[in-house]
């Protein structure tokens, strides 16, 4: 786990807001895959979910985001991250984006809008877009 957290019910809060931030950007094309479920399981472990937490979590975060008309809920906590830790949200991202090897205009939208509200430099989110791109492009 990367993100080191004091409270363990904050931490199960972050990870549940941090899901639906994912599924949200999964969603957004209307074409949510299991290719794109396999993004956000394997970033949620990445982030600290227990295994036998995974489940759990990813269902309260889908209803969550199902639940939320504006993404500020899901970046509130996100944004006091350290660039490092926003760093690794944002290629998770984009890795759900370019899953399916092309973005459209509903998903750079969100990411551009993602980039003011995680205060990410616009330069450095160019180039981890491209850098995810180039790799679901091999």
Do not use: C, P
Request: net charge neutral; aromatic share 8%; glycine share 2%.
């Amino acid at each position: 786990m990367f993100f080191k957290k004091d409270n363990k019910k904050n931490d199960y809060y972050f990870l549940v807001k941090v899901g639906a931030l994912l599924i949200h950007t999964a969603k957004i094309d209307e074409n949510y895959t299991i290719n794109e479920e396999e993004i956000i399981k394997k970033t949620l472990l990445e982030l600290g979910v227990k295994k036998d937490n995974l489940s759990s979590t990813i269902k309260e975060a889908k209803i969550i985001e199902e639940n939320s008309n504006q993404i500020l809920e899901f970046t509130r906590e996100v944004k006091n991250l350290s660039e490092n830790e926003k760093i690794k949200i944002i290629e998770a991202l984009w890795a759900i984006i370019y899953s399916n090897k092309d973005a459209d205009l509903y998903e750079t939208n969100l990411m551009r809008r993602l980039a003011g509200l995680l205060y990410i430099d616009n330069k450095i989110m160019g180039d981890i877009k491209n850098k995810i791109k180039n790799e679901n492009l091999k």
